[in-house]
């Protein structure tokens, strides 16, 4: 079973002096110009059917202020404005490669004025106790250099009574999706990132990442011995993702 001292033991670049988190932004600053189109080609478009139905937990809750954790190049972010018309949203993230490009999209949709992409690390997070009615953190959980303390800090800015929503990738364990799930992932994706994202090192850490990150119960007792309240968790297209959530 995946423990979280294995997690902080998986890295991206293997022969690298550097922590794991300066290795995850320098990470991602290098393949940022082909993020997006990764994720959707990769996924076969399915990860934006994961973020609907992520951002659907939190409707009846309906949040004025939200917190985005790793946001990346703000996809979550934008589209939690669009689906939740929260009043105002703050994404975080380590890489100032990816915060570039989600900027640029904010701008171009016009929504500079309601979502404020800004450098920010999940383990130190620059906000007061209680301050956001929901957070969410889409594909970055397992990313985390220390993952109970981002999300101890992420349940400190969350208010009393807000929810936490966490997507995060998984592994299948059904007959035949598991064995074509590993091939994929293991032997397919580091091509695609080699040739497209031109890192074969960062498509070689996203099934190493997935396989030793705390999935399932073993997820859910985490954020138990946190302190979060009525925790959850959702598998979705026959395990393949997982949708965790909580509330302070």
């Known amino acids: 079973m995946a423990n979280i001292e294995t997690v902080q033991k998986v890295i991206p670049f293997k022969e690298s002096k550097l922590s794991k988190k300066e290795q995850i932004a320098s990470m991602f600053d290098q393949i940022a110009f082909r993020y997006d189109f990764l994720n959707h080609f990769m996924s076969l478009g399915i990860d934006r059917i994961w973020r609907r139905i992520a951002l659907n937990k939190l409707k009846s809750l309906a949040p004025k202020t939200m917190l985005d954790v790793a946001t990346g190049t703000g996809d979550f972010a934008i589209l939690a404005e669009k689906r939740l018309r929260p009043e105002k949203i703050t994404g975080i993230d380590i890489s100032e490669g990816m915060l570039q490009i989600g900027r640029q999209k904010v701008e171009k949709l016009g929504l500079s ?20 009615d929901a957070i969410t953190v889409a594909f970055g959980v397992r990313n985390f250099e220390n993952l109970e303390k981002g999300l101890s ?17 998984s592994n299948p364990t059904v007959f035949p999706v598991k064995q074509l799930y590993n091939f994929y992932f293991r032997y397919i994706t580091p091509l695609i990132g080699k040739y497209v994202a031109k890192s074969e090192a960062a498509y070689s850490y996203l099934p190493d990442s997935v396989k030793a990150f705390p999935q399932g119960k073993a ?4 954020l138990n011995g946190i302190g979060y309240q009525s925790v959850t968790c959702k598998t979705l297209t026959f395990g393949i993702c997982s949708v965790y959530c909580a509330t302070r």
């Open 113 to 132: 004025d309601k979502i404020t992409l800004q450098s920010g690390d999940s383990e130190t997070i620059s906000f007061p106790d209680a301050t956001f």
């Open 153 to 169: 800090e992420m349940r400190r800015v969350l208010k009393p009574g807000g929810k936490v929503v966490i997507l995060e990738f």
């Open 219 to 222: 997820m859910v007792s985490i």
